[in-house]
């Protein structure tokens, strides 16, 4: 997916914002990138980060760079901050976002001038050099921010450094989040608020949906108020999400314990131990061994020694492998166990089937699985969460299409969807037999809502039942 942060500050930030973008390292594995402002102009620096950390990387850097004015990000595909001289003058320019219409506004930008994009490889387009285009389109900064969040089809949260300071610009129906973060000499901005406080920052503000804000080195100041509608993405709390995570105001630990407490009070399960798959699901099995009486134990322990982050590396055959070597068993706890394991979620299913059978072979009775959110039914039309080429990837779709026969419709998907008919039932058994579970029983998604505490209207559900 990816995160941002930028630091307007009174002295040099580069040492703020070198911590705060390397705190945003769960969220991609490709790119990272700073930018900073100082008074030799704008200097750039961006490294490919699949095989070291972020840290490792820009070390160097962080020793070189100078400026008060800073922004930064960690990106799972294009390369950024770009920085861009346009009639606005020159700025420099970070995104989060999921762009559905590329090939429209390209199009669309052809067609009214003679723009010019640079391809990556495989052709693509550079999403942030896009909206840069976008936003060039029109006479005024900010109305050029505006045409871009309104131009694309998907989400779009920005950073856009010039010399009058850092602007903020949230997603228009807050899909992502940009918090500010102050101390007595700067101002920051960032996805999440925990990348800052360590940093001596304390909470200013959360932008609301469509906010456009300005932070200089004194104040922050908002240019577009929010707008009414929310749709923040639920995905953050159940897998995005650091557990020191907060979105509107909710921890993500404290709403996993909640969603764990509550697909405990659904179970009839009796196990031995409840475990969770480092590192999303475990917070889901701590609050539902709390709930159930269940003794929490960890069967396995993730080795982060050299493979700390989750995502990486991108291609799928070698996330599977590396995903496997890098689990380690503690046989004591697994064999003739009957376990019941919590993950975050079921994709593709090809991670969690070998998982399961691992724990077999080191000699577990048995393995009932609990995922922490619904069964995942639509690829995610808003965030990277997965580069999948068709929907059919998704092992509820597989599972679905046999057992009618071939496609199906919207309709008979949304029946598949809710936890009270017999269809869904015969999809989650499809799946617990294709997988070798014991038993599977998803958390329903009206428990996971609740367990956020937030009203329905304004989180965005659609990966599990199609609604915009």
């Given at each position: 997916m990816g995160g941002f942060f930028g630091v307007a500050a009174q002295n040099d930030c580069v040492f703020d914002l070198f911590f705060g973008v390397d705190y945003h390292s769960h969220l991609g594995t490709r790119r990272g990138g700073m930018a900073v402002l100082g008074e030799d102009g704008f200097n750039r620096s961006i490294h490919n980060i699949e095989n070291s950390p972020f840290r490792t990387k820009f070390d160097k850097d962080m020793q070189e760079m100078?400026?008060?004015?800073?922004?930064?990000?960690?990106?799972?595909?294009?390369?950024?901050?770009?920085?861009?001289?346009?009639?606005h003058g020159t700025y420099a320019i970070t995104?989060?976002?999921?762009?559905?219409?590329?090939?429209?506004?390209?199009?669309?930008?052809?067609?009214?001038?003679?723009?010019?994009?640079?391809?990556?490889?495989?052709?693509?387009?550079?999403?942030?050099?896009?909206?840069?285009?976008?936003?060039?389109?029109?006479?005024?900064?900010?109305?050029?921010?505006?045409?871009?969040?309104?131009?694309?089809?998907?989400?779009?949260?920005?950073?856009l450094m010039n010399k009058a300071g850092i602007y903020a610009a949230r997603d228009k129906y807050g899909r992502t989040p940009i918090v500010i973060g102050k101390k007595e000499d700067a101002f920051c901005a960032s996805f999440e608020n925990y990348a800052y406080k360590n940093l001596g920052y304390t909470d200013y503000k959360e932008l609301g949906p469509g906010e456009i804000?300005?932070?200089?080195?004194?104040?922050?100041?908002?240019?577009?108020?929010?707008?009414?509608?929310?749709?923040?993405?639920?995905?953050?709390?159940?897998?995005?999400?650091?557990?020191?995570?907060?979105?509107?105001?909710?921890?993500?630990?404290?709403?996993?314990?909640?969603?764990?407490?509550?697909?405990?009070?659904?179970?009839?399960?009796?196990?031995?131990?409840?475990?969770?798959?480092?590192?999303?699901?475990?917070?889901?099995?701590?609050?539902?061994?709390n709930e159930s009486g269940v003794p929490f134990s960890r069967p396995f322990i993730k080795y982060t020694p050299t493979w700390p982050r989750s995502f990486m590396p991108t291609m799928q055959s070698q996330r599977n492998l590396i995903a496997k070597m890098k689990m380690l068993a503690v046989d004591e706890l697994i064999k003739d166990k009957s376990i019941l394991l919590i993950d975050d979620s079921i994709v593709r299913g090809t991670q969690l089937g070998e998982t399961t059978e691992y724990?077999?072979?080191?000699?577990?009775?048995?393995?009932?699985?609990?995922?922490?959110?619904?069964?995942?039914?639509?690829?995610?039309?808003?965030?990277?969460?997965?580069?999948?080429?068709?929907?059919?990837?998704?092992?509820?779709?597989?599972?679905?299409?046999?057992?009618?026969?071939?496609?199906?419709?919207?309709?008979?998907?949304?029946?598949?969807?809710?936890?009270?008919?017999?269809?869904?039932?015969?999809?989650?058994?499809?799946?617990?037999?294709?997988?070798?579970?014991?038993?599977?029983?998803?958390?329903?998604?009206?428990?996971?809502?609740?367990?956020?505490?937030?009203?329905?209207?304004?989180?965005?559900?659609?990966?599990?039942?199609?609604?915009?």
């Open positions: 100078k400026g008060n004015f800073g922004i930064g990000c960690i990106s799972d595909y294009e390369p950024q901050p770009l920085i861009v001289r346009s009639h995104t989060v976002s999921k762009i559905n219409n590329t090939d429209a506004l390209i199009q669309q930008l052809f067609d009214t001038g003679h723009a010019h994009f640079l391809e990556m490889s495989g052709g693509e387009i550079n999403a942030t050099e896009l909206v840069a285009a976008l936003i060039n389109q029109k006479e005024n900064l900010i109305e050029g921010i505006q045409y871009a969040m309104d131009m694309i089809d998907g989400s779009l949260s920005i950073l804000a300005v932070i200089n080195d004194r104040v922050c100041h908002t240019l577009v108020n929010p707008g009414k509608d929310m749709k923040i993405c639920t995905f953050l709390w159940v897998y995005y999400g650091y557990p020191a995570s907060a979105y509107e105001g909710l921890s993500v630990e404290q709403m996993r314990y909640s969603c764990g407490a509550k697909m405990a009070q659904r179970d009839n399960a009796r196990p031995d131990i409840v475990a969770g798959v480092p590192d999303s699901g475990i917070a889901a099995a701590v609050g539902y061994a724990l077999y072979q080191r000699g577990a009775k048995e393995v009932h699985i609990r995922p922490a959110c619904p069964p995942i039914m639509f690829g995610c039309k808003y965030l990277n969460f997965s580069r999948s080429s068709s929907e059919m990837d998704l092992i509820t779709r597989r599972v679905i299409e046999r057992l009618e026969g071939g496609p199906v419709s919207r309709e008979v998907l949304e029946e598949y969807a809710n936890p009270e008919t017999e269809r869904y039932a015969a999809m989650v058994e499809e799946i617990r037999k294709d997988l070798n579970f014991t038993s599977l029983q998803y958390c329903r998604l009206d428990d996971m809502l609740e367990a956020t505490g937030l009203e329905k209207c304004k989180l965005c559900t659609y990966c599990w039942d199609g609604k915009e």
